[in-house]
């Protein structure tokens, strides 16, 4: 079952009371039974059996218009809004379970429910400069968040949802929707690192395909280059339930990735080689942005011969230091069809978490097994389709290992993936980062997720570099990583397409 909030619900008997209760992976319809059959138009019906049925055609009810029943969920949810649910998530040939409570008829699924284009991103905005020492983090946040609603063609009265994370100041959301003279019926400041963006777009995806807001828009700025917290340096770390078990023994950001790549090595056979390929490729797309922190082109003897920094990571196998910040706009479908400018469809969205196990875990892989394949299956995608790839890039570590979790190539081969210019736009087998990434171009408030987005998107608008610009590009995959690939980490991943 589902509330017109778009939350889903399962039931199971408790004596002879009808217990519900909530579901995490089952995407259920309450619909009343006579709604069904052949009163839906203008073709088939779903043939009304115990067990399992199939979907024999779909259509929009057009002879009722009243509600499901008083007392669902205290609420009243509409018929027509529940068929046309049904008309875009039940395709034909696909198979439900259905069982029968009163006069209503449960359809569970057993895939995830798609987004269907619900959700857009109209605008973009990426702040130019990478040291900005005269401004504060709120200004900035104000900036970016003008940019990209300028891109978009709205305004600050457009917006009714807003999303930060733990680089917004104050009260986060709060504090920042105030400062932005915001007028919103929904906030929300998720804090998952680097990936918190990706997660936010995700969503925001999910509340606009729900019905609950229209405009959302999601910021992020910061400045570790000239006073603010370096990478790891927040105060909130310092009070973490794992502090006291992880820092006091030397555990640092650099050591924790080092460990990780020091772990594929054994495994694997990666070599420093491989992973300075990955930088060579980054840094011949930044040599095309002006903007980029790291606009020289490096090579692979000259990653290696860089100084070591946490063995076996050289200097150049790291990203780079930025203030600066970036912000999107997501709109509903309705609105992206109002607007002049190129909006690009949310096909897939994916999160996944990976913990510490209480020490019983594996360096190899990270949380993007799991959020990098229920993207592309809410996408109904595949990575093979896949033109164009924004892949967080913190260190060269997390792009192989990343690359391989997502599957662009089995585990343990992404040292042999990335050689031969697989990575280098636009004719690489996998062009990927093509404004530099956070390895040269920019790697606001020690967070790569917000840019990795705002690149995606420029590739599917044909905006890019025209020497980096994919030919026909019309699916792009970016994804964030938050936390550490040595403890815990929350990975995101969007699948975009091209109108």
Do not use: W
Not at 118 to 133: L, N, S, T, W
Not at 385 to 397: G, H, K
Not at 419 to 448: I, K, M, Q, V, Y
């Amino acid at each position: 079952m589902v509330d017109h909030d778009g939350n889903q619900f399962g039931q199971r008997r408790n004596g002879d009371r009808l217990v519900i209760e909530p579901l995490e992976t089952s995407h259920v319809y309450l619909l009343r039974r006579e709604l069904l059959g052949l009163d839906l138009a203008p073709q088939g019906a779903i043939d009304h059996v115990e067990g399992r049925v199939t979907v024999v055609g779909s259509g929009l009810c057009t002879s009722h218009r009243r509600c499901i029943g008083e007392g669902h969920f205290e609420r009243c949810v509409g018929v027509e809004q529940r068929v046309i649910e049904v008309e875009q998530n039940m395709g034909e040939g696909h198979s439900y379970e259905v069982s029968r409570i009163g006069q209503y008829v449960l359809a569970m699924s057993t895939t995830r429910r798609g987004l269907n284009r619900a959700a857009h991103i109209a605008g973009v905005y990426e702040h130019p400069q990478r040291e900005i020492p005269d401004k504060t983090v709120p200004q900035i946040h104000a900036e970016v968040a003008a940019g990209a609603l300028a891109d978009a063609g709205l305004t600050m009265a457009d917006v009714d949802a807003y999303y930060s994370a733990g680089d917004a100041p104050g009260f986060g959301a709060l504090s920042m929707a105030d400062y932005l003279g915001l007028d919103c019926r929904h906030l929300n400041d998720t804090e998952t690192g680097g990936s918190s963006y990706l997660l936010h777009v995700q969503q925001a995806a999910q509340a606009i395909a729900a019905g609950d807001i229209d405009v959302a828009l999601i910021t992020l700025a910061g400045k570790p280059r000239t006073g603010g917290a370096g990478p790891g340096g927040s105060a909130r770390f310092s009070s973490a339930p794992e502090s006291a078990f992880e820092t006091q023994f030397g555990l640092g950001v650099i050591g924790g990735y080092a460990m990780a790549a020091t772990r594929h090595m054994h495994e694997f056979g990666t070599t420093s080689a491989q992973l300075a390929e990955i930088k060579v490729a980054a840094s011949s797309h930044a040599q095309h942005n002006p903007n980029a922190f790291l606009k020289d082109v490096v090579t692979v003897e000259q990653v290696v011969e860089s100084r070591m920094i946490s063995d076996p990571l050289h200097l150049l196998d790291a990203c780079v230091v930025t203030d600066g910040g970036g912000a999107l706009v997501v709109v509903s479908d309705a609105v992206a069809a109002s607007l002049d400018r190129h909006t690009v469809p949310v096909l897939g969205t994916g999160f996944g978490f990976k913990g510490t196990s209480s020490g019983r875990i594996d360096l190899t892989y990270t949380g993007a097994a799991v959020s990098g394949p229920a993207a592309f299956d809410e996408a109904g995608v595949a990575p093979a389709d896949i033109d164009y790839a924004s892949i967080y890039d913190s260190f060269t570590i997390t792009v192989l290992v990343t690359i391989e979790d997502l599957g662009f190539c089995d585990k343990g081969k992404g040292g042999e993936f990335v050689l031969d210019g697989a990575l280098h736009a636009p004719f690489g087998e996998l062009p990927f980062n093509t404004d530099g990434g956070g390895l040269c171009n920019n790697h606001p408030a020690n967070r790569g997720g917000m840019t990795k987005v705002i690149e995606a998107v420029r590739q599917l608008r044909g905006e890019a570099h025209e020497a980096v610009q994919v030919p026909d590009c019309r699916l792009a995959l970016a994804h964030g990583t938050g936390g550490s690939m040595a403890t815990r980490m929350g990975s995101a991943t969007l699948i975009l397409g091209r109108d």
